[in-house]
Structures are given as structure tokens and as C-alpha cells.
């Protein structure tokens, strides 16, 4: 037993990739990820969090966020604790 | 009407510090070497723990990250700590990306390190300052009907 969708009609998927509708959908992943790392007992590393958007060109363009720590913060606190592994499981990712 | 059927998902750490212990024997690491959850109360010249920091289970896989720190004197007179600390965590990651048999380990991936920490109080033991490691991957682990 399965389900068969079709679209029809012409798709372009670079600009589905692009779009701000699924970066509006997207992108509240992201804002869970950094919610999770924010509750992190090191100041230090929790002031040091940055989200980042980026946005690439070309057929295969898209939108992908970046939320991380500073380096050696980060490298520390996630052998400790492992806050990042952890934010990522509760958002699902 | 269940299109799914629910799953029950098995424990994956024990094998995983299993496969640690003895990869790491057999790589010719066995002195002095403690592989655990934990940190151990006595201290020895090599220690390996594995943190499970878990992660979403997707119909019938479990996808579990775990971080696995490791400590190390240098064997080798002449060598830093760093060195071999390096060895050993290196050794470490290669040991853990064979141990996938589909049951219940379907597959080990997203490996990622080893970083070097610096312990705000490194461990000594013998009178050797220890190297700090640490690497993180991904395992999916498969679910069996409930």
C-alpha cells in the first residue's frame, strides 16, 4: 500500500530552495537549535552564539542557517556537556 | 488503521564502549587503558568515555549522537602527550566506523574531530600531564516491532 503524488506543470526547485515561504518555514529550526544552546550554563559560550543566514547561487542555490559557538568555547563546552548535539536532537534535527 | 507499526529501539552504548576497548587493545593501546560512560574514580594513563547526547527517533531508526572524550600520556620518550593523545582519538574514530552490523547498529556517520581540550586542570597519572581529545558522531540505530 502506497501514495502517489504528481505535480503538474513546471517546477523549479532553485527557486523553491530560495524562497522566503520555505525560509520562513526553515528557519525556525534554526531559532530552536540556538534556544537549546542559550541554556548552556557557560556565559561565556552562551554569549559567543551566533546564528548566521546564508544564501548561495547558482541551479543548486539555497538558504541554510549557521548557529555556533566561538571555537575553542564551543569545543570545550561540547566535550563537556555536549549542548550543541543536544540542541540539535531537541529540534528534531 | 496503523500504517506504522510502532517500534521498540535497543541500548547502543555498550557496544559502542565495547568496541572501543577492544579496538584500542588491538591497535596496541591496552596499557594502562579505561573505556567507560564515565570517568573513572582511579585515574589511569588512558581513559575513553562515551557520552550518549541521544537524538529524534524517525519511525523505525533511532538517530543517537554520542561525544567521546579520551585522555593520553605520551607512550614514546621524546613524544608530547599531544602527539599520542592524537594517535589514540584518531585510532578511536577509526575503530567506531566498522562497528555497524545492522543489528542493532545500522550505521555510523557524521564523524566529526578529534579537537584538542585544555583541561582547566589536566589529569596527571605516573607523573604525566594527559592530553585531552574529543571527537562526536552520528549512529542510527534500528528499531524493532513493538
Known amino acids: ?93 | 488503521m496503523t500504517f506504522i507499526a510502532p517500534s521498540k529501539f535497543p541500548s547502543s552504548d555498550g557496544k559502542i564502549v565495547t568496541a572501543l576497548r577492544v579496538g584500542l587493545t588491538a591497535r596496541g593501546w591496552s596499557a594502562g587503558l579505561t573505556a567507560t560512560r564515565t570517568l573513572p574514580a582511579t585515574k589511569t594513563r588512558r581513559m575513553v568515555t562515551v557520552r550518549n547526547d541521544s537524538g529524534p527517533q524517525q519511525v523505525s531508526r533511532s538517530v543517537r549522537r554520542y561525544g567521546v572524550n579520551l585522555w593520553c600520556d605520551n607512550s614514546v620518550a621524546g613524544e608530547s602527550p599531544t602527539v599520542d593523545g592524537e594517535k589514540f582519538a584518531l585510532d578511536g574514530m577509526s575503530v567506531l566506523q566498522t562497528i555497524a552490523d545492522g543489528r542493532p547498529i545500522a550505521r555510523m556517520y557524521e564523524f566529526s574531530g578529534p579537537y584538542e581540550i585544555e583541561d582547566d586542570v589536566p589529569y596527571i597519572v605516573g607523573g604525566k600531564s594527559l592530553a585531552h581529545f574529543y571527537f562526536s558522531f552520528t549512529c542510527l540505530v534500528r528499531g524493532t516491532s513493538n
Not at chain 1, 525560509?23 to 552562551?46: F, G, H, K, Q, S
Not at chain 1, 551566533?50 to 549557521?66: A, D, P
Open chain 1, 1 to 93: 500500500m502506497g501514495a502517489k503524488v504528481t505535480f503538474n506543470g513546471s517546477l523549479d526547485i532553485t527557486k523553491i530552495a530560495k524562497s522566503k515561504a520555505l525560509a520562513d518555514e526553515l528557519e525556525p529550526l534554526a531559532d530552536t537549535v540556538l534556544a537549546a544552546m542559550e541554556r548552556d550554563p557557560n556565559e561565556a559560550y552562551v554569549e559567543s552564539l551566533v546564528k548566521k543566514t546564508f544564501v548561495s547561487s547558482g541551479r543548486r542555490g539555497r538558504i541554510s542557517w549557521q548557529v555556533g559557538a566561538h571555537p575553542v568555547i564551543g569545543a570545550r563546552v561540547e566535550a563537556k556537556r555536549g549542548t550543541a548535539a543536544r540542541a540539535l536532537g531537541e529540534a528534531g534535527l
